[in-house]
């Protein structure tokens, strides 16, 4: 079975710009989180979707925004990009369910900013 | 604010040798705490996971141990190989759903020397 893709791996933009990131989940998985990962930190998380509804939202600014189509995939956009955007964003796909579970990553997107 | 703080940050360690990182909470809403591998390159993998009504949890080479009162707990890697280098991540979330936000600790780099 397919894990969870993400597209592009790499991109790179200008300050200003806008960028678009996609995700695909596993099969049947309904959530999908974003998460962010600065060089040398751990994920730190963005959003949340379940069913197409958002979930949660992490400690980011609004130029931060994302959405879940009927098919479960996802969109990550940030618009007028800083510097400092610059890092590694994952996509997670996880099972609805208690006990333990998981979120399951894809390998990310790298973003650059020069 | 960091709400799972991780040690150490880097760790060298002998083949054949056991490997301990550490990680602290303080949120006693957590109910659900992974540990995550992440090799360069690569979005984070699920290693193993525990809940806090269980004291440790093993999967062959790798062990949790959990300590409620403390709140914290950590991860043993015994018999260490240099495959095993990688960083790793502990995290937590809340809710009892696999659904969670995950908080995670700042990582921990580990090299396996042959």
């Known amino acids: 079975d397919a894990g969870v893709t993400q597209s592009p791996t790499h991109l790179i933009k200008t300050r200003g710009q806008h960028v678009t990131l996609r995700c695909s989940p596993i099969?049947?998985?309904?959530?999908v989180s974003w998460y962010q990962q600065v060089l040398g930190q751990g994920p730190q998380f963005i959003f949340q979707y379940y069913e197409k509804e958002e979930r949660g939202r992490g400690n980011f600014p609004d130029r931060f925004s994302a959405r879940q189509f009927p098919n479960y995939s996802s969109e990550l956009n940030v618009n007028a990009l800083l510097l400092g955007d610059s890092a590694l964003y994952l996509c997670a796909s996880s099972f609805e369910g208690l006990g333990i579970g998981s979120q399951h990553f894809g390998d990310g997107t790298r973003l650059s900013i020069l | 604010q960091q709400q799972v703080k991780q040690s150490p940050q880097s760790l060298i360690v002998q083949k054949g040798g056991i490997s301990i990182i550490n990680c602290a909470y303080e949120n006693t809403a957590f109910d659900y705490f992974p540990w995550y591998q992440q090799f360069p390159g690569k979005g984070p993998a699920l290693l193993i996971a525990i809940r806090p009504d269980v004291s440790e949890k093993k999967e062959g080479r790798f062990t949790i141990s959990f300590n409620k009162s403390a709140k914290q707990f950590s991860l043993h890697i015994m018999d260490s190989q240099p495959g095993d280098s990688a960083t790793y991540f502990c995290?937590?979330?809340?809710?009892?759903?696999?659904?969670?936000?995950?908080?995670f600790g700042r990582g921990t780099q580990l090299t396996v020397w042959p």
């Open positions: 995290a937590a979330s809340k809710g009892g759903s696999t659904l969670g936000r995950l908080y």
């Open positions: 099969s049947g998985h309904k959530s």
